[in-house]
């Protein structure tokens, strides 16, 4: 008697979950691109973390200097935040670009891969902070989302500069 009742209830609580996923798609599809831009998180800045990493090419940046420029816990949210944002950025581009200059499918998915990982990194860091502080892992997937995040920030302004010129001035301001 049990069994079918939990089995009716987690079909239904599936069927809910679904109904709501394809509803988020669906909005997530008719977004323009200033509703897309006013979603950035631009409380933080990833400004003083890409000139770190990008002038030195992450070679010299210590654990402990990416995690006082992330601005610890706040600055792995909104990156977390960010890159769902940026990842809708890069399929609006794809899906708005012309037919006879088509966005590289290759630089889409490294711009996918990247946003995922940086959503796994600053999972992992927030986990790890929340039970033992700012230790050395904890800094280590830090400086890894902050260099993804830095390196997808620029595919992504590439792709603008070849498709979205007259939008990349936002762009860049917002990040």
């Known amino acids: 008697m049990l069994l079918p009742l939990l089995q009716v209830i987690f079909l239904g609580a599936l069927l809910l979950y679904l109904a709501k996923w394809r ?18 998180r ?9 000139d770190h990493l990008l002038w030195n090419e992450g070679l010299t940046a210590t654990h402990h200097d990416i995690w006082d420029k992330v601005n610890g816990p ?3 949210w909104v990156m977390h935040q960010n890159a769902r944002v940026l990842l809708e950025m890069a399929d609006y581009a794809a899906k708005h670009a012309s037919p006879d200059n088509p966005v590289d499918p290759l630089l889409l998915e490294s711009i996918r891969t990247d946003a995922m990982q940086i959503r796994l990194c600053v999972l992992m860091a927030i986990a790890q ?25 620029a595919r992504l302004t ?12 936002s762009f860049v301001a917002a990040m």
Not at 23 to 40: F, T, V
Not at 143 to 150: G, I, L
Not at 158 to 169: C, K, S, Y
């Open 23 to 40: 509803g988020s798609m669906r909005r997530r599809n008719i977004k323009s691109w200033d509703q897309l831009l006013c979603q950035l």
């Open 42 to 50: 631009t409380d933080w800045s990833a400004h003083t973390v890409a």
């Open 74 to 76: 706040f600055g792995l």
């Open 129 to 153: 902070y929340a039970v033992s502080s700012a230790t050395a892992g904890v800094r280590v997937n830090a400086w890894r989302a902050a260099e993804t995040y830095v390196l997808m920030a």
């Open 158 to 169: 590439r792709i603008m500069q070849e498709h979205a010129a007259l939008q990349l001035p």
